[in-house]
């Protein structure tokens, strides 16, 4: 039995009385401004909460905590899948091992730098790298090649900055030589924390070890890993019991390690290729229910960056701008070697259907359309503001001063390098918005300066 997660607690929470009276609400929320987090009982009143006006104050207080600490920067991502090879029978994935309809191909590193290239030429500073659970005889070796090959890449002055990694758990040894390979944040989502549905839908392979993946990130911690993406995936247990079991992950690492998770994924469920279960979830969550949960999280745990994937439809993925979501993903392919080909045939084996295929361009036009900062900044994981440190700048919403400026910049190498002529004119204007109302005079100047040799000729600038 693990000590991570008290089933019994969560239960007794859920079925105990629930406070909705508006006075409470209120009061939660006038706590949850000052970013010290929310307690099972307040945050299972917001849950409950359906009352149009209150639920229009959460949406109002997510946004305003999301401000204070991170201001208006989205930071933009995409993921890049190097094999679809797997050793797990998950119920819910195109990828499980008894799909044998799929196409299997594990990218050699030839295709891995063309992949690379392509997400650069794309404006790509930051990627997601994901594997399915198997990585043939090469073992974890062949991850920190890719990881090797995918930094080593450069095109026109481009290179990625900071790779990200989800791959299968690992053993504490495993997780050092991950750390030295110099990755960003290492991301694994528990899928479901409710054990009893984790282990129907989890039938063979190492996955089906609850537990096991459950203490992934105490190892990764012990082994000297900074940073750690949690998540689950919402739709296959019911979404209330999963936001509590999530906190109790997070109390859990903040108690043991004194660092909770840099950030939290929210993904639904979506169809898969060949998974009868992805299209009938169990346990669906509507849209107004799951823009309560994303605004919630923001409240409960304000420090953390919280991911929204391309599963969501653009519509979706504009609304939860404004409820606390601090990173998207954009132009993403999820099937090995997706962004090198416009082969219909490829798009058969992506690990599930997405909701918003736009372009990297389109996304960021929307981005400035609705007022927000398009960010490709990598420079905390450079700077060394990482685990505890970048804890300590983002929980009292010192980390903004940074975020803006390095955002402003990555952006403006963007506008310069990438962007259309309608960008350009309208991604300006929101740069100079930003900098009269957002940024205080000294650190103007100095932004100011920079952003003069950026359109000199200068690249990669950061502090």
């Known amino acids: 039995m ?4 008290n089933h019994d607690q969560i239960m007794s929470e859920l079925n105990a009385t629930i406070n ?12 949850a401004k000052k970013m010290k987090g929310l307690t099972y009982h307040q945050v299972l009143s917001l849950l409950h909460t359906n009352d149009p006006g209150l639920l229009n104050v959460i949406s109002q207080t997510a946004s305003y905590i ?3 600490i991170y201001g208006k920067r989205l930071v933009l991502f995409a993921p890049l899948y190097i094999s679809n090879l797997c050793n797990n029978e998950c119920l819910y994935c195109a990828f499980r091992n008894h799909n044998h309809k799929l196409s299997r191909r594990a990218l050699d590193q030839h295709e891995i730098g063309n992949e690379t290239k392509n997400l650069i030429g794309q404006g790509h500073k930051r990627i997601l790298l994901v594997a399915g659970e198997a990585y043939g005889k090469q073992g974890l070796q062949y991850i920190l090649d890719a990881i090797n090959t995918i930094y080593s890449i450069r095109s026109n002055n481009h290179s990625i900055k900071r790779i990200n990694v989800n791959i299968a758990p690992l053993e504490t040894d495993e997780f050092r030589r991950l750390n030295e390979s110099k990755i960003g944040t290492y991301q694994l989502f528990q899928e479901t924390y409710h054990e009893a549905t984790y282990k129907m839908l989890h039938t063979k392979g190492p996955k089906a070890n609850f537990d096991y993946r459950l203490s992934t990130m105490d190892r990764a911690f012990r082994a000297g890993i900074k940073d750690v993406g949690i998540g689950l995936l919402f739709g296959l247990y019911d979404w209330k019991y999963e936001v509590l079991a999530l906190l109790q992950h997070i109390n859990h690492l903040e108690k043991e390690y004194g660092i909770g998770p840099h950030t939290i994924s929210v993904p639904r469920l979506e169809p898969a290729y060949e998974s009868r279960l992805s299209y ?3 346990y669906p969550v509507a849209d107004r229910d799951f823009k309560k949960i ?3 999280l923001r409240l409960a745990v304000p420090y953390t960056g919280i991911i929204l994937s391309t599963r969501e439809n ?3 993925r504009k609304e939860a701008f404004a409820l606390g979501v601090s990173q998207i993903s954009a132009g993403s392919k999820t099937n090995p070697g997706g962004y090198a080909t416009n082969d219909v045939n490829l798009q058969m084996d992506e690990q599930f259907s997405l909701g918003d295929t736009r372009s990297l361009l389109e996304v960021t036009k929307d981005i400035v359309h609705h007022g927000y900062l398009p960010s490709f900044c990598t420079g905390c994981y450079r700077m060394g503001r990482v685990g505890a440190d970048f804890m300590d700048l983002a929980k009292p919403g010192l980390i903004k001063q940074h975020c803006l400026p390095n955002a402003i910049f990555t952006f403006k190498e963007y506008l310069n390098d990438f962007a259309d002529d309608e960008l350009k004119i309208n991604g300006n204007k929101l740069i100079q918005n930003i900098l009269k109302k957002d940024i205080g005079m000294i650190q103007q100047a100095d932004i100011l300066q920079n952003i003069h040799q950026i359109d000199a000729g200068k690249r990669d600038v950061y502090y």
């Open 314 to 316: 653009s519509s979706m």
């Open 66 to 68: 999301k401000d204070e």
């Open 294 to 296: 994303i605004a919630v």
């Open 2 to 5: 693990n000590n991570i997660i």
């Open 280 to 282: 009938h979830p169990p």
């Open 20 to 31: 909705t009276s508006p006075n409470y609400i209120l009061e939660i929320l006038d706590q």
